[in-house]
């Protein structure tokens, strides 16, 4: 018996072999330059950076390496041209340039510790600030060391003060390093992260000594052409370090960030009550957004109807930035202010803050003190208290005008007080669900708590 058997080869064609091929190669290339870019990063990126980091961490890293870049091309400059007023391009170094040299930078760092001593607490409370003023610090220096040549006469001093600037810069850059940092953290890497950071300070820092020793190759030796390459140098560093801040989320209450939380959530209803809207208060994220850290904000100012609020103002300065603030009239308003705000109702007697008001030809100014017994909560709660008061007063400023006297205020301030009170809890849930940290208050300095019972 015979069998047939049919076989059917199938060929592929030479052509789609070619693209499969092709294909594979790429995805091959692909992988190989990821692999590639990952071990690249590896020593400047936290482990896991895409789960570990928030999204705005690569943002703030990208600007910074620009700024410290540019930064320490600058320098590179600012030290070409020292060099040159001392006389080094001149011939030999004498002895007394040298020790000129050493001079500049014991006054420099005696200059870090005078600044460290005076700041103190304000790298926590207001880091955003105190590191773009690290920046503008730096680049003031770097500026003066610039001019040296213009006065080589005047090395010690210029130089002094050069490095006092530059001193006072890296302590800020320094001090408030891990307040950054420690927002960009998921999890708790901010170990790995700082020394990331570091990593990528020395990347940079080699990256633009070799940009600003090219540049100074390549230019005439003057210290005309060399500000020529040091002015742009210089803006693009600060412009960098400013972008770079506007990506740092700082969790915790400052007099700023406390009054863009609070603002938009205590507000006046169609019906002309004071409501707390827990929806409407401002997360870390969305205050960062909108917050100015390029000046100190110590209070808070008029808004339309709104009285500005006064913070821990020394008693003894009270009614100075009042009009007609030496007549005794004044004086005598603002000395029943003061016994008014320390001698509260019955109802308030036992709360830690003081609320004081004077009336003006618009809804005044509210003064806020807190005890020396007040914690954070207590702190906290006046700071509430005296933005719904003010709130208050800006929606019945129609109907209860300074004409009428303190009665009228004074029983606005009870009605606020005891909105206050009331919502309260409310409000200290919301804030922690919002993501802040209420564990430190930076609304008042230590300094300026108030005895009541030396007053």
Partial sequence: MSHKFKISLSVIPEHKSKVKDSASEQTSLADRMRQSYASLMKPFLPADYKNTVTPEYIHYTKWQFVH?????????????AMLYAMGLGAGALPLSAAINWVLKDGFGQLGGVIYATMVGQKFDSDPKHQRFWSAVWLQSATWLEMLTPLAPHLFLLIGSVANIGKNISWLAMSATKASINKTFCRKENLGDLTAKSGSQATAAGLLG???????????DVSVYTLIVGFVPLSFISLWGNYKS?????????NVERARLMIEDAVRLNDKGHICFESARLRTPRQVSEVETFMRE??????????????ISPMLSHLGRGLPGGNHAKIQADVARMVNDAFNPPSTRQDEQYFIGHMPSSNSGTLYLWFGTHATNSDILKGFYHAMVYREMLAGGHKTHSATQGQVAFAELCEQSYEFSQRTF?????????SGWDTGTMYLSKSSRLVDVRSQ
């Fill in 68 to 80: 410290n870049t540019l930064g320490s091309a600058s320098g590179v400059l600012a030290t070409q």
């Fill in 209 to 219: 000594t070799a940009v600003g020793v090219l540049i100074g190759a390549t230019m």
């Fill in 245 to 253: 801040l506007l990506y740092a989320i700082t969790p915790t209450l």
């Fill in 297 to 310: 904000v110590r209070n808070i100012q008029p808004n339309g109807q709104r009285p500005g609020i006064t």
């Fill in 425 to 433: 809890a409310e409000f200290c849930q919301a804030v922690t669900q």
